[in-house]
């Protein structure tokens, strides 16, 4: 079994690798539908529609364009690469929309910036 360590994350926005990503998560959710008759003894369901979701979190940094180009309501066209981006590494990419950009500064800390988003269509789940 392969173990991957975190620092080995890479995610592209618009084509570009966003500067000083310190870390994201990916989220798919499914539907599933009752599709129980009235006279089964048991429920039973019915696969639905797919979702997915998630959140890049960086360190502040005003030159990066992929970093500027995050902003809510933006539409993206991403690759998230949790295991880097050799050839054979694991890819999630799809296109989303940004639902919310903040920027977090606080005393005696490095500020940062946290970009959420919706996912638009299928994920494409694959290699590099």
Known sequence: MATHHGKEGVVTAGGTAVGELTGFTLETTGDVVEDTALTDSTKSFLAGRTSFSGTLEMNFDET????????????????????????GDRSFAGTGIVTGMSVNNSMDAIVSRTVTFQGTGALTIGTV
């Open 64 to 87: 990066d364009s992929p970093q500027t180009s995050l902003t809510a309501g933006s539409s993206i066209a991403f690759i998230l690469l949790p295991e880097g981006n050799a050839s």
